[in-house]
């Protein structure tokens, strides 16, 4: 064991994870029950955490030993040898008054080298690329995100949860340093965003290229609304080469959280960045407006003048959280409001730029999931909310479809079904008539003609002659 404890001790030298030596073997000492004198010990990152977790768990130390778990004690390992959350800060900020991309290189190198972003299993993922009438669509399937084990649902519901104490919900800046959602080694760092506190940090289950979370230092549920507008370009002032954007802030066309007020961020550059312009409008000196050839309805404002296009964004909320359509399905409110915008930033040189996808969340005894939310007949590839991440163009699809879609393959070229796949048998069928062999990538390619189906689904103002009318009379109203 003393190996394994120094051979975590040489990883964090070698990283520049452990600045004080004594401190992190004292701690580690105390945890195992074990006095060692330090040696260096190379060995692979994963083989330690391995050995040390195991040797945890048959002491004791956790339980039960199932992945969460696992997760939850390898953090806490990773937290007893790092800095504090205070001395990443300081810095954080040292290094961010010489160099922001330095500092933000930094962070998102530490998350990665404590293993709060899962690395490891993030390239496990199914990712491809899918044509479409659109440009090409990003689809991945996640597995670096472990589904819950029925035993850590067990455990859950024995222990007696305190709402008043520690994190309200999974992204609260309380959970810096907490266990039970393997959070230990959590690092976040503040922002100033229209002179209120904000939080970052990066996300452990990147879903694209430095994925990170901005997020309000009040637990408060999402709002879209100016303020909204000012924040995402505050930050772009913090990191330009990042995008910044804010899922809606209504139930179905929203994201999973919507009782706490964030943003997501990274360095990826997204399909709808692709699209084609449908129509340029000209209203304004000072403010570009297109409307995007995109299946969710985007309408993108660009311009040098951040107070121009803050205000011209704020009238397009404005109008559209009152607009009604009734031929189109579109009503703003039925004793609720239903209208509302994904907004999306970013800096393209020196110009600020406004992606805002009009969102409606209505429901009808013919679609009780949501007229403009993905349909029935697709629920089987993609039944979750449509959020920001794949507005944008990048499906995150459930882990289950990576064995569900070999069996498939199974059926669409030997006729073999299993029960597990029933719920794909009609979509299945369609492909069987419309060839009599498929590869496992043609048949991911058929997943992500779905995924664009999903998306047109989603769209308020569809992509014919009705919607361009309407959508060029709402534009016009600005």
């Known amino acids: 064991m003393k190996e394994h404890l120094n051979a975590l001790l040489t990883y964090g030298l070698n990283k520049q994870i452990v600045t004080n030596l004594d401190q992190a073997k004292e701690n580690l000492s105390k945890l195992y029950e074990t006095s060692f004198d330090y040696q260096a010990v190379n060995q692979p990152i994963e083989i330690t955490l391995e ?44 290094l961010f008054k010489k160099d922001k991309e330095q500092a933000f290189d930094y962070l998102y190198t530490l998350s990665k080298d404590i293993n709060y972003i899962k690395t490891k299993r993030l390239k496990e993922n199914v990712t491809f690329l899918s044509d479409s009438k659109y440009g090409y669509l990003e689809i991945t399937i996640n597995l670096s995100k472990p589904e819950k084990d029925p035993k850590d649902i067990e455990k859950a519901l024995k222990e007696k949860k305190i709402q008043s104490e520690g994190p309200k919900c999974v992204i609260c800046k309380e959970n810096e340093r907490n266990y039970k959602n393997a959070r230990s080694n959590l690092r976040i760092i503040p922002l100033e965003l229209n002179h209120k506190l904000w939080h970052f940090q990066y996300s452990p289950y990147g879903y694209f290229n430095e994925h990170s979370i901005v997020l309000s230092d009040v637990h408060e549920n999402m709002k879209i609304s100016d303020e909204t507008f000012i924040n995402l370009l ?69 311009s040098l003048d951040k107070a121009q296009l803050l205000a011209v964004a704020s009238i397009l909320l404005s109008l559209w959280q009152t607009y009604d359509n009734e031929a189109l399905d579109i009503i703003s409110n039925t004793n609720q409001a239903h209208n509302t915008i994904t907004p999306i930033a970013r800096k393209v040189g020196d110009l600020y730029q406004f992606d805002l996808i009009l969102r409606n969340n209505r429901t009808t005894k013919d679609y009780p999931g949501g007229i403009f939310h993905p349909h029935e007949e697709k629920w089987h590839i993609k039944k979750e909310n449509i959020g920001l991440i794949e507005a944008m163009g990048l499906a995150v699809l459930p882990a289950r479809l990576k064995q569900s879609l070999k069996k498939a393959l199974d ?68």
Request: aromatic share 12%; proline share 4%.
């Open 411 to 478: 059926y669409v070229n030997e006729n073999v079904i299993d029960d597990s796949i029933m719920v794909h048998k009609a979509w299945l069928d369609q492909l069987k008539k419309t060839k009599k062999h498929y590869s496992l990538d043609e048949l991911y390619q058929a997943v992500g003609h779905v995924f664009e189906a999903v998306l047109e689904d989603c769209g308020v103002f569809k992509l014919d002659e009705q919607g361009f009318d309407a959508i060029d009379s709402f534009i016009k109203q600005l």
């Open 51 to 94: 050995n040390l977790l195991n040797w945890a768990n048959q002491k004791s130390l956790f339980e039960p030993n199932t992945i969460e778990e696992r997760d939850s004690f390898e953090a806490y390992l990773f937290d007893l040898i790092m800095e504090s959350p205070m001395e990443v800060k300081a810095h954080f900020s040292k």
């Open 234 to 302: 505050d930050f772009l002032d913090y990191m330009p080469s990042y995008f910044i954007g804010s899922n809606a802030d209504l139930p179905i066309v929203g994201g999973s959280i919507l009782n706490h007020d964030h943003y997501q961020a990274g360095r990826h550059s997204f399909p709808i960045e692709k699209a084609s312009v449908r129509k340029t409008y000209k209203p304004f000196k000072e403010v570009s407006i297109e409307h995007l050839n995109w299946p969710l309805s985007t309408i993108r404002l660009t």
